[in-house]
């Protein structure tokens, strides 16, 4: 076991924590609230902005609008989450509910691990950071190393096509 193993460990056993205190309902709501803000706010920001142009005069209505919009999901959600979860806790539920998160907790610190790693990789940092030694010796690296890219090929999400055109972008560009 080498160094990286031991802060990896710690830091799956933080989220790990996390999830059991939180519970499943609360760990999946924070996760899709921002989500659904997001996507909200992309959305609707402009209408937003139309509105509170009648009230606001100023130059930042739409990133005010866009903030406003991200903000009002986000709450929105998590005082759903918060009605869910006392529900789950009334029909004595509330045991599974933190089981989940818990397990939810350790998937999703491995799946932000797993991205870090990939984009420390992918910036060059990676041989800088982790040295072959590290890689082999860990027994987190490798596993770490693969849990990104195969949730998106489970959850079938394809972020590659994007590449080309950031690579056409920049060629538009010089």
Known sequence: MVLFD???GIILL???LK????GFVIELASLAALILGIIAAVMFSGIAAEWMAGFIRSKYISILAFVAVFVGVVILVHLIARLVNRLMKAVALGWINRLAGALFGALKGAFLLSAFILLLESFGMGAFLFSLETKQQSFLYEPLHKFAPATMDLLNINIEHLI???EEEEKIIV
């Open 6 to 8: 031991i802060i990896t």
């Open 19 to 22: 999830g059991l205190k939180n």
């Open 14 to 16: 933080l989220f790990f």
């Open 164 to 166: 080309p055109a950031a």
